[in-house]
Nanobody, 127 residues
């Protein structure tokens, strides 16, 4: 069982930045693909970014490409989402997710791939 705890959400102005963190309890954290998803009320959870166990593969949703960056520190069992140039449409609850093993291609983008989820952290971008 893997527990994920997100932190770093909050209220920020249009154009601002935030860094989300997700601390994982997994003893073999370095073998997990990690992902970030977000959800607004009334909509499906959507993929934001993912990172392979080694950190070499980092796919992004088109809506955040060039503005967000995902990274991981396997020594600290932590994955990060650096969010820059935030827009009001980025407002959502952001969830960290984990899937054991390496996934490629379309599997990154599906919430079905990830077996473990955090409780979410609210990000609000004011205009």
């Amino acid at each position: 069982q893997v527990q994920l705890v997100e932190s770093g959400g909050g209220l920020v102005q249009d154009g601002g930045s935030l860094r989300l963190s997700c601390a994982a309890s997994a003893r073999t954290f370095s073998t997990y693909t990690m992902g970030w998803f977000r959800q607004v009320p009334g909509k499906e959870r959507e993929f934001v970014a993912a990172i392979s166990p080694s950190g070499l593969s980092t796919p992004y949703a088109d809506s955040v490409k060039g503005r967000f960056a995902i990274s991981r520190d396997n020594a600290k069992n932590t994955v990060y989402l650096h969010m820059n140039s935030l827009k009001p449409e980025d407002t959502a609850v952001y969830y960290c997710a984990a899937a054991q093993g390496y996934y490629s291609g379309r599997y990154h983008y599906s919430s079905q791939t990830y077996a473990y989820w955090g409780q979410g952290t609210q990000v609000t971008v004011s205009s």
